[in-house]
Structure formats: C-alpha cells, structure tokens
C-alpha cells in the first residue's frame, strides 16, 4: 500500500517536487530494502527511519544497498552522544537532528559533526530558528493536518512563510518572547 502511494504521490506531484519518506521505524531489513527501491524507482529525496534505531549493523547494510540516501537517528538513545557512532558505522547518509534530546548545544553539535563529514543535516520538527541556525540543513518540516493549518502559515507571527520559504525573527533569541502577564497572572508564587 505504501509503494503504491509513494509512486502515485509522484504521478500527482509531479517530477519537480521533492518528496520524503518516513517509515517511522516500521519495518525490518528486508521490507526497508525492498521499499527503498520503490522510493528509487519514484525519485524520493530521502528515506527516513526505516527501521528500529537499534540495529546498526542493519543499517549500514541499508545504506550499502541502496542509492537514496537514508535519513537516521532520530529517536536513537542518546542522540549527539552517539552520533560519531551511527556516522563511523556508515549506518546513515544524512542525519536528524532535533532538541528534544540535548537541546540547541546538542543540535547544533549534531549538525556540525555532520557537516565535518559532509552530510546533510535536516531539522526535525517546525523549529524554524533551528533550521536558519544549520547551514547544512535542507529544509523544515512541518506536520500539516488541514487546509486552514496551510493557510495560516503565512501569518505566523514568528516565523512567516514568504513565498514558500519559512522566515525568522530579527529579533535576538529564539523568535518569541514570554507573555509575561500571563505568567505573572497564572503565578501561584512569586520568590
């Protein structure tokens, strides 16, 4: 079902459009092969976390096997601490990174660890300043559940979609500032 999506996605989207997969950790060695090849046949940019996290040795075959690249370790324990590994292990192609494990300091080690080997570096997440922050980052993602979400994105007061590119704050930090009135109205205590 997954393979037939993907290639009619491709059919509607047309061959100028860059398209991802994520298998969210869904399949074993052989299934991943075997739908890897389809995202080939159907042009996809990236394959994203084919497999549990847990099996490098799996990985590495992967990526041996197959020309798209593979977009890993994201939910691995560990996360920058054990990048250097998935990296040695040539386990991944391009790395994920994102703060929930290790904050900016450790996305921004991730990234900068992939770009010493070359590798591309994509954001999980919407966190548009963490993808200005990462020149080798690609793109941002997005989780898109309905047309008024889509139309909406333009008016984001922090981060701005202007012609189809997300923008961020000139303002120093992150793009946002604590409302705090509303801290300070929801306070139970003030020390």
């Known amino acids: ?11 509607w989207a047309g061959d100028d459009a860059d398209l991802m997969f994520d298998a969210s950790d869904g399949w074993d060695y052989v299934t991943a092969l075997w739908f890897g090849r ?10 994203e976390e084919p497999m549990r996290e847990y099996d490098l040795p799996s990985y590495s075959k992967l990526c041996a096997s197959l020309d798209i690249p593979i977009l890993g370790a994201e939910t691995c324990e560990g996360a920058h601490w054990n990048m250097a590994t998935w990296i040695n292990a040539g386990a991944l192609d391009m790395v994920r990174v994102s703060t929930n494990k290790g904050g900016y300091t450790g996305a921004i080690k991730v990234a900068h660890l992939a770009e010493a080997f070359g590798m591309r570096a994509q954001v999980h997440g919407y966190d548009a300043t963490l993808c200005a922050a990462i020149r080798n980052n690609d793109y941002a993602e997005i989780l ?3 047309t008024d979400q889509i139309k909406a994105l333009p008016k984001d007061p922090h981060h701005p979609l202007k012609d189809g590119y997300v923008t961020t704050s000139e303002d120093p930090g992150l793009g946002s500032s604590p409302d705090w009135d509303a801290i300070q109205k929801r306070a139970i205590r003030i020390v």
């Open 144 to 146: 898109v559940i309905d």
């Open 38 to 47: 389809q995202l080939e046949d159907a042009g996809f940019l990236w394959y």
């Open 1 to 11: 079902w997954d393979a037939r999506l993907s290639k009619n996605l491709r059919r």
